[in-house]
């Protein structure tokens, strides 16, 4: 034994020799020397419109001047960007890093172990910052508890490469409701994606014990699960609290009454949340597809409602008095559409995604606010600037998706005064895109330069 631990000890301090010290990442940090961008345009979210030239000066982790022209001090790098738009670093308000395509959602934390999908979550977080999201909001690990904690962690110490984070850990959910492992065998206790409360006690407390392990936000599913109905045959399904809601279109309207979600949370258990996560200097996302859910988060005051597939008049009116912004998440439900299992399945998830995008156009005319999120996870990480042409597509103009993104996206990721401008006291994180994406928004799918904090990481 003696003699093993010796041989043991040798062979360490021989591979020491051979190899030099044992090897050690060196932390991402921002250079030590000022650093000019130059390109041919540059996006000022402000005023709404692209100036040309565009140069930003960064020193360190910060913006210190930007607009057509800055001063460049003594030792300066500059880093000519060419024919594209200087654009802050995007933001996607809505992902989950800890889901990958290729397995269901719910049978990836049946069949994964949370250090496999920990190290998938660290590959998505490199994918998507590469594509040019500087900052996103992480709607929920689906069953990874709070590893997103060691994951956002990590990237804050300039370890891995990845985005700004805001986490949850889990999403809260109600005993058999949305993502509850619905339909498995019930002798084999299979675990729900979410954590469970089922009142506002157990809001409370569950809230409470996310943040002990790390989270920075909530997030709550309030709907769940989804149906589309025949037109005209089932509204509210004899929902009683729904029947006397004022809904705007009435029962037998086809193009309001053809979708069906049952709520989760009472108006009351929603504020106490909220509540709580306002004592801990935070906010809740919500998951909401329709009514009566969204008109209870609206009344609530929640920070977004997220998918927003169905707003009545009275929720959108809520909506802009508290500017809560919807979410669509359009992405997510065109590749369910074109990914699904079986001809019927197809037929059901294009019938909702045609639901979607008429409701969508409604909401646009209303005037709500809006902010980008694409619910990536169960599509490739990284592909996700597909939302702002489909928001485009669907109805919005290319500056409203943007500034959408840029002011509602940093808000709800409470890092408003940080993100999302090129303008000095900012983090300097920013991209550069061929192109000019106020007339063609699929410029943002083609990000050529990424920077966070100063540190290049795509050239
Ligand atoms: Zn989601």
């Not at 705007?248 to 309001?256: K, L």
């Not at 597809?289 to 009275?314: K, R």
């Not at 005319?365 to 592909?383: E, K, L």
């Not at 991209?431 to 795509?458: C, H, Q, T, W």
Request: hydrophobic content about 40%; proline content about 7%.
């Amino acid at each position: 034994m003696q003699d093993c631990r010796l041989w043991f000890f040798t062979l360490l301090v021989g591979l020491a020799g051979t190899l030099g010290a044992p090897a050690q990442e060196t932390p991402a940090a921002p250079a030590n020397h000022p650093i000019v961008l130059h390109a041919a345009r540059l996006f000022d979210v402000d005023a709404g419109k692209i100036v040309a030239p565009g140069e930003v000066l960064v020193e360190g982790e910060r913006i210190v001047a930007a607009g057509t022209s800055v001063d460049r001090p003594a030792g300066a790098e500059l880093i000519d960007l060419g024919d594209t738009t200087l654009m802050p670093g995007l933001i996607d308000a809505h992902v989950h890093l800890f889901l990958h395509p290729g397995t269901a959602e719910d049978l990836q934390t049946v069949v994964e172990s949370v250090p496999e999908r920990t190290i998938q979550a660290t590959l998505a977080a490199k994918a998507d910052l590469m594509a040019g999201f500087t900052a996103e909001r992480d709607m929920g690990t689906e069953g990874a508890g709070s590893a997103d904690t060691a994951v956002r962690n990590a990237i804050d110490a300039g370890l891995i490469p990845g985005p700004r984070l805001r986490i949850s850990g889990n999403a809260i959910s109600i005993l058999g409701g949305h993502e509850d492992a619905i339909g498995f065998n019930p002798a084999q206790h299979v675990l729900g994606n979410a954590d469970y409360a089922n009142d506002a006690e157990q809001l409370v407390e569950t809230i409470r014990e996310q943040h002990k392990e790390g989270s920075s936000f909530v997030k709550i599913y309030e709907t769940g699960p989804d149906r589309m109905v025949p037109p005209g045959t089932a509204p509210c399904l004899g929902d009683p609290i729904c029947e006397h809601l004022p809904l705007g279109p009435q029962p037998g309207d086809a193009e309001f009454w053809d979708f069906h979600t049952p709520y989760q949370y009472t108006v009351d258990e929603l504020k106490t949340a909220i509540g709580e996560a306002a004592r801990l200097g935070t906010n809740v996302g919500v998951h909401d597809q329709g009514e009566p859910g969204a008109l209870f988060a609206a009344e609530a005051g929640v920070a977004s409602i997220d998918h927003a597939t169905q707003l009545s008049d009275a929720t959108m009116q809520l909506m802009k008095e508290k500017h809560i912004p919807a979410v669509p998440t359009f992405t997510i439900f065109e590749y369910f559409a074109d990914h699904a299992p079986s001809p019927a399945a197809a037929a059901r998830e294009h019938a909702m995604l045609d639901y979607k995008i008429h409701e969508f156009k409604r909401q646009v005319a209303a005037g709500i606010p809006f902010a980008v999120g694409s619910d990536v996870g169960p599509f490739p990480h990284g592909t996700q600037a597909r939302e702002f042409e489909l928001m485009v597509q669907y109805g919005m103009t290319p500056l409203a998706v943007l500034e959408a993104d840029y002011r509602n996206g940093a808000n709800i990721l409470m890092m408003g005064d940080k993100v999302g401008r090129l303008k000095p006291g900012y983090y300097a994180d920013m991209i550069a895109v061929p192109g000019n994406p106020l007339e063609d928004i699929a410029a943002v799918e083609r990000v050529s330069f990424v920077m966070k904090g100063g540190v290049v990481y795509r050239r």
